[in-house]
Each structure stands twice: as C-alpha cells, then as structure tokens.
C-alpha cells in the first residue's frame, strides 16, 4: 500500500484505560507499513508524552525497579517517534495545549510539540484518514 | 471535507473543565474554518434539553464564576449554521419531549443514522 | 455506497449503548455500505461462543465483516476454538489497512 497520512486523536490519560494502549498499537502498525500520522493529543492524553514519568520497583511481585523493565507511555511514544524515522515515515505528536497548561505537564519528551484545535483540523484536511477515539 | 462529529459522553469533567470538552473543541475548530457539524447520541443528547445550569458551586469557599454553559454552546452552534441533530429514540428513552429541546436541533431517528452519515466525508466520534 | 470500519471495545454486556452498536453496523451494511466491525480490548468478550446475546450473530447473518483482534483474544483467554461462527481472528495491522483505505471509521 502506498504511504498514507493518518491522524489520530487520543484523549484518555495515562494508565487510565486499555483505549492508550490500542491507540498506541495502532501508531506501531502505521509507522511499521511507513506511514505519516499525526496524533492530536487532547485532554489527559496530554500526559502521555510528560517527561517526568518515573519507573518503580514493585513489591508486591517481589522486583526492584530495574528487574520491573517497566517501559513508561513516554517511553514508548520516544520508540515510535525514532522507529518511524528509521521506516521512512513520520510521527508527529501534538500536545492540545492548553490542556497541557492546566494539568501542568508542560515538560514532554523531545519531538512532542504544543498545539491547538486549527492544528488538528489542519491535519485531518491533509490527511487520507483521521480516527477519534474518545473517552468515555 | 464535511464532517459529523458524535458526542455521546455528557457531564463527563464539565465543572473541572468550564466547558465540555468535545462541544469546546467543535466550536474551535469551526472557529478555524472547519466544516463541523454535530449528532448528540445516547446521554449526550441532554445536551440539547432546554434549562441546564452548573452554577453555584464553591469548594472551600472558592466559587465557580463561569461555569460549563451547555445550552448556550448548542444555541451558539445552531445560529452559526451547525447542523445539530439529536438521536429521537435517544430522547425519548430519556423522558425528554420535543418542547424540551432546544429550538433548531433536528432530530435523526436511530434507523436515520446510516443514511444521515451518507452525507458526511468523515464521521468523528468522540 | 460507503466503507466503514467500526471499533467496538466494550463487551456487549458492558453499557446498554454496546447492542445499539451492533444494531447500527447491520444498519449500515442494510443500507447498502461495506461493513466491518473491529472487536478489541473487551470488545472480543462478544466473540466467544455460548454468549447470552445473539447481537454478534445477528451482525454476522447481515453480512457484516467481524474481525477479533488476536491480542485482546489471548489477553481474554479465549481460543480460536471457542470462537463464535463468523468471528475471524485478525489483528491491529489489518484495522490500520482499512483505515488507511479510508474507510469511515468510528471508534464506538
């Protein structure tokens, strides 16, 4: 298939439900087939790029920190970002930004920017697709 | 590119956010040229029911001054040239009548649905 | 006449919104349109044989397309054995080709 532009709006925050994980399932096979996606993050989606999401040990299975190996939300979105460059095609991540201001998560990883609602529209216009998945 | 936007979720962090987020961003984008029209389905089409007030909330003795104005926001969306519907067997199922809505939101029976998207590029459902 | 892709990732007796959900896929696809639902996340729960709601069934009988993503399957425990008839395994790759067709898509 040809190289497609999509855009994806996110909206659930982190470790909030099973939505952030699909979403990010799905970014993994669009960058894989090399594809350009925008992802619009809006309301606690914001907080899945911020950049103090910090690993911890877990007592309850018996494992530090370490042996937890527990890849955080920015942690991934930072392999997708570098996989799509390395595929030859592109993610960029949109952070709503004035619900990045008032849930105070404006330090987010490198390649994340802020945006507004033309931006989303802006995108979707340019893009073959956009799918929403709200919250609920 | 003419697109529907379905809200189905209401009241969901109206008072946190002064605004429902999904109507906020609609009215935003419209405000940047989109072509954004809305369907309220399952408890969202309350949104359209005339006589909602969130005021008068305080905590700790710090009053909310401008809270979520839903009604405005439908009435605002209509007069700008939205094209608002509202699922009819939603509504009735929720007790609400025809008087209860607000003037200019077209109801869409459930059955309607698939052909009320026909005449849409793109169906956004929040 | 349009395509659709639906995601449904409730289990159907989740919400008393998720059967309107079937309902609408067998109306688009009586209407005339191409029809698949994407089962994910809890969604697959509609997916395993001897389901107290036919409402997957029905969707099939309509000639609706339902596809079970293979990840949330194994999350649920539910083998391909104990799929009901109809219900294709498939997974993410093959929702993001059809989304990248341009099919209408609405996450329900």
Known sequence: MATKKLTLVLMDAPFENARTVTGLRLLDAAIRRGHEVTVFAYEGAVALTFAKQAPHANAVHGRDAVQEDHPLPKDWIAALMEAAQLNGGRLDWVNCGLCVDERGVGEAIPGARRGSPADLWKAAEASDNTLVIGTR | ?126 | MDSYLLFESQGPLESAQVPLHYELAAGLKKAGNKVTVFLVQNGVTAARRGLRTDAVARVVEAGVEVLADDFSLRECGIPPSRLAAGVKVANLDMAMDQLAEGRKALWL
């Open chain 2, 1 to 126: 590119m003419k697109t529907l936007q379905i809200v189905t979720t209401a009241y969901r962090c109206n008072v946190e956010e002064q605004d429902d987020p999904v109507l906020w961003i609609i009215q935003a984008m419209r405000g940047a040229g989109a072509n954004a029209h809305v369907l309220l389905e399952a408890g969202a089409v309350n949104y359209a029911a005339r006589g909602q007030d969130a005021s008068g909330l305080s905590f700790g003795g710090r009053a909310q001054t401008q809270p979520a104005r839903i009604e405005e926001d439908i009435r605002r969306l209509i007069a700008k040239g939205a094209e608002v519907y509202a699922v009819e067997d939603d509504v009735a199922a929720r007790g609400l009548e025809r008087a209860d809505l607000v003037d200019g939101v077209r109801g869409v029976s459930r059955a309607g649905l698939p052909g009320l998207f026909s005449a849409y590029d793109r169906i956004w459902r929040w």
